[in-house]
Antibody, heavy 120, light 106 residues
Framework: QVQLVQSGAEVKKPGASVKVSCKAS????????LHWVRQAPGQGLEWMGW????????KYSQKLQGRITITRDTSASSAFMELSSLRSEDTAVYYC?????????????WGQGTLVTVSS | SSELTQPPSVSVSPGQTASITCSGD??????GCWYQQKPGQSPVLVIY???KRPSGIPERFSGSNSGNTATLTISGTQAMDEADYFC?????????FGGGTKLTVL
């Protein structure tokens, strides 16, 4: 079965960077796109960006452009999201989600989430 | 920027029908999806392409889209359906989410 397993919780100081991993299994990794979505405490879902795990094309939200980098390692069936210059507003649960496109795109599987806390 | 608007909360009695709306320009030109999220859990896809149910999602969940408004309908609502529900649409290859609706079953 399809699984997305993310790395563990992180505590970072303001100004630091964080890198969260998402390991996929149960399907052919290069055949889809992986997205990153975050959720601040008590808030809604915010789309951050995505990577085409086959072509390596990427797109980021305008809000995070310049601070976010999404990469992949096809040999490890993993994707990574790095966010730099962290501030308190970046405290959130970060999810990776698989986009399945047949016949129309949707997020059909999600990781378990990674809590990132930014605090001095 | 594109936005999707949902009511913050909806209440329903057990066994009754709950309807949650989602409005936005992108729903008029594309399909919508719905996700259920229970406290402390990851979102779960319950409706895609406006009205399709993934395998494993109960038949009481249905969806529709008319004009710029998508609607998630839960027939015969059960206590286990109490959760936050988020709509989602696409703006080119960018995903946009609604603010979420807390469904209370009382």
């Amino acid at each position: 079965q399809v699984q997305l397993v993310q790395s563990g919780a992180e505590v970072k100081k303001p100004g630091a960077s964080v890198k969260v991993s998402c390991k996929a299994s149960g399907y052919t990794f290069p055949n889809t796109a992986l997205h990153w979505v975050r959720q601040a405490p008590g808030q809604g879902l915010e789309w951050m960006g995505w990577i085409n795990t086959g072509t390596n094309n990427r797109k980021y939200s305008q809000k995070l452009q310049g601070r976010i980098t999404i990469t992949r390692d096809t040999s490890a069936s993993s994707a990574f999201m790095e966010l730099s210059s962290l501030r308190s507003e970046d405290t959130a649960v970060y999810y990776c989600a698989r986009e399945w496109r047949a016949p129309y795109p949707r997020f059909d599987h999600w990781g378990q989430g990674t809590l990132v806390t930014v605090s001095s | 920027s594109s936005e999707l608007t949902q009511p913050p909360s909806v209440s329903v009695s057990p066994g009754q029908t709950a309807s949650i709306t989602c409005s936005g320009d992108k729903l008029g030109v594309g399909y919508g999806c719905w996700y259920q999220q229970k406290p402390g859990q990851s979102p779960v896809l319950v409706i895609y392409q406006d009205n399709k149910r993934p395998s494993g999602i109960p038949e009481r969940f249905s969806g529709s889209n008319s004009g710029n408004t998508a609607t998630l309908t839960i027939s015969g609502t059960q206590a286990m359906d109490e959760a936050d529900y988020f709509c989602q649409a696409w703006d080119s290859d960018t995903a946009i989410f609604g603010g979420g609706t807390k469904l209370t079953v009382l």
